[in-house]
């Protein structure tokens, strides 16, 4: 009874809805924390494998956030046999980033 009384003070509410953002916060501070380590991946898989393609596919991983998006496209490249298979992922991977936007 009391413990329902104090949820429904201004006080209690204020407290609540502080500790739900500084959660949002954290979650977004984290999401961009992986964000960043999965296009360092990218960049590395690509410059040790096909070097010539690090600039394309640095700016192809700038414009992806999704996660899943990212850690697909870093095996991809890490474990395409060919240059040339490379060369034809890449540019699918774009054309799809470019049609979703």
């Known amino acids: 009874m009391l413990q329902d009384a104090l949820r429904e003070t ?3 509410q204020r407290i609540l809805e ?12 984290e999401l961009k924390q992986q ?12 410059l040790r494998r096909f070097p010539h393609l690090v600039g394309p596919a640095r700016e192809y991983a700038k414009s992806v956030d999704d996660l899943c998006i990212l ?21 699918i991977m774009i054309e799809e980033s470019e049609e979703t936007k």
């Open 18 to 29: 502080e500790g739900r953002e500084e959660g949002r916060q954290a979650l977004q501070k």
């Open 10 to 12: 201004p006080a209690y």
């Open 35 to 46: 964000q960043e380590a999965l296009r360092e991946a990218a960049f590395d898989v690509t």
């Open 71 to 91: 850690t697909r496209f870093v095996v991809r490249m890490a474990t395409i046999p060919t240059v040339e298979g490379a060369e034809v992922f890449l540019q």
